[in-house]
């Protein structure tokens, strides 16, 4: 979720603790993009960390005074002062060593100090060979954390520093810096409960081709579908998100599966749902395909061109709540979006309890979109529908901060 960036967020006081891995050079990205976000950021690096990135590069990147030890400032109590400020701790690149040490609650260096004094949300970003994440030891710290509140975000799957590839890799900077965030907006918003719970989120938009090079397609990113599918992994959710035709990089914790027409999704969501718990249409489907795709690209020609047959693209959230009524089976929760533009005869809202009804779903989320707003930018305004009358209005924000509340109704439906 790159260019996540935007400057009129209020100030807040961070601590970026960076950990001795290769991916530290990774986290310089995610200093600059704490900042650009306005905040002030304290740096604090493990000795290992300052063998991979030196202490210049962070001091001029935070344009604040970088220090690692207990002992340097000593009269300014940094061990307990850093930790009593800061409104929110992210350690990045989270080796297995500092997991470990921070689960034993070890106080050896300024971070470590540091972690046991915050009492704000602290929040993990992991990067390691893929054997030592998924070794015993790291599991039982990674869980001991997680258990007293801490997020700790899953790697990503992708090529270590050797020539291996596997899971492991430091999460995007850009997807740490919209956790954080969140975070920072909501520090309850990525309790771990939906632990054990399987959810399908689609994303971005369809294309329904015209010929081998040409397509009908509409301007969804898919950025609000990652960030929910981000948030529910963040809540412990196994996530299958299905990308149609979105640029992003896959969001820690979720299974991607990229796909490119509605006959397509509509596949994969039919075969995805069938043990999933809920579903969120947060894809932008083609209403209608062209009725023949032509086997070579279309030449220009000199006559006039033929005007394009359409046909009706079957309706995937409304067949997903027909088959639910038909079998009295498949995702406990459907969740459904609308993007609305509002005209002469009705406004968005009005639209939305309109579409709520007429697609049956339990949830509907319904965002204004047109002039510049919604699609492709970080921030998000909506408005939750629920099916029994609920109705949650969440002003504009960060797309991160709509998930969580997406997540929020879907959950209170699954245990009520
Ligand atoms: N949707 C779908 N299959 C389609 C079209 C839409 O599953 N062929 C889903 C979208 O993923 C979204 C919801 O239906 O969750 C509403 O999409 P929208 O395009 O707003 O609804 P439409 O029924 O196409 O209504 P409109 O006439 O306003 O376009």
Known sequence: MSDDIVADRPSRRIVLGVGGGIAAYKVADLLRKLVELGHDVTVVPTAAALRFVGEPTWAALSHRPVRTDVFTDAHEVPHVQLGRDAELVVVAPATADLIARAAHGMADDLLTNTLLTARCPVLFAPAMHTEMWEHAATAANVATLRSRGVTVLEPAIGRLTGSDTGRGRLPEPADIAAIAELLLHRPDATPPDLVGRRIVVTAGGTREALDPVRFLGNRSSGRQGFAIAMVAAARGAHVTLLAAN???????????????SAEQLREATHQAVKDADAVVMAAAVADFRPAAVVGHKIKKGDEDPAPVALVRNPDILAELVSARERNHSGPAVIVGFAAETGDDDSDVLSYGRAKLARKGCDLLVVNAVGEDKAFGRPDNAAVILGADGFESHIPLGPKTVLAAAVC??????LHG
Do not use: K, T, Y
């Not at 640029?247 to 820690?252: A, D, I, K, Q, V």
């Not at 929020?408 to 439906?413: C, E, G, K, P, Y």
């Open 408 to 413: 929020d109704a879907v959950i209170s439906l």
């Open 246 to 260: 979105v640029e992003l990089p896959p969001p820690p914790g979720a299974d991607v599966i990229r796909i490119g």
